[in-house]
């Protein structure tokens, strides 16, 4: 198993630093022109990965809009997620998976476990049990796989728990950077990225200190929700070479032409070359 860190670093030189989302929202299958069915589902997703299959760095999913049509969304999933990955894609599954004990092994062997119907390059968690809790997912980091974990998010009712003091001078936001950090420090004598992301919202008008991470940071929030490429520059300050904004619905509303939503991945990739570490 190749480490993730390394592989996203290496094609985001080749592709830019840019995630696309894909989110089967109700109302993009309106305006698309498609049922809020499964098989409109289907059809959104097979448009999107004709579009995004070896164009971006890193494509990532919405699980939550695939498991609101059950079994028939999952296997569109399945789909779509072979295909990416057999395109040379890297695939982020936006799950926020965060539990206990064997619950959480179920979930990262569910998404993690090489061979899994469900299996990706990457996986969002949620520390909010304890960063400890993740174990069973870091144990699949340590053998290559990705990890985002949510440290800064942007919506607005996060910075109640995020920003509390942990310790004095310590937000909870940043020591969930800090654990991962350490997950990551082995790899930072080799000069390699580690594959124990964090969340970081390209929203927020502060973040906590990345610059120990040594890791991959994603960032929603660019595009339609208002950020751009000064915040995301801002935000991510020295590790920006590792800083990968995320897109949606700015790119998705382009569709449902494959060359239109390959016109606005190719622009906005434009806007977040690959940097050398």
């Excluded at 579009?51 to 569109?76: C, H, N, R, S, W």
């Excluded at 993690?112 to 909010?128: C, F, I, M, N, W």
Aim: glycine share 10%.
């Amino acid at each position: 198993m190749s480490d993730f860190g390394s592989q996203l670093h290496q094609v985001s030189l080749e592709r830019g630093r840019l995630c696309v989302g894909i989110d089967p929202h109700p109302g993009l299958l309106d305006a698309w022109g498609l049922e809020r069915s499964a098989a409109g589902l289907g059809e959104f997703t097979r448009i999107c990965v004709e579009a995004f299959a070896g164009t971006v760095a890193l494509v990532k999913p919405q699980v939550a809009f695939f498991e609101a049509y059950g079994a028939a969304g999952y296997a569109v999933l399945e789909e779509a997620i072979a295909a990416l990955r057999a395109a040379g894609t890297l695939v982020v599954a936006d799950a926020k998976r965060g539990d206990i004990g064997s619950t959480m092994a179920a979930y990262a062997d569910a998404w993690l476990r090489p061979g899994s119907p469900l299996e990706v390059d990457a996986l969002t968690v949620s520390p909010y049990l304890g960063f400890g809790s993740l174990a069973p997912a870091l144990d699949y980091a340590e053998q290559g796989k990705g990890l985002f974990v949510l440290a800064a998010t942007s919506n607005p009712e996060g910075a109640s728990i995020q920003r509390a003091q942990k310790d004095q001078d310590l937000s909870v936001a940043q020591h969930i950077v800090d654990e991962a950090a350490a997950c990551n420090a082995s790899r930072r004598s080799s000069g390699a990225a580690g594959n124990v992301g964090v969340v970081v919202g390209a929203t927020l008008d502060r973040a906590p200190d990345l610059s120990a991470l040594n890791g991959p940071i994603l960032m929603p929030g660019v595009g339609a929700q208002g950020a751009a490429q000064e915040d995301v520059d801002k935000l991510a300050k020295q590790m920006t070479h590792l800083a990968f904004p995320n897109v949606s619905r700015g790119v998705l509303q382009a569709g449902p032409s494959v060359k239109a939503l390959e016109t606005a991945v190719s622009e906005l990739a434009a806007q977040f070359p690959g940097i050398p570490s």
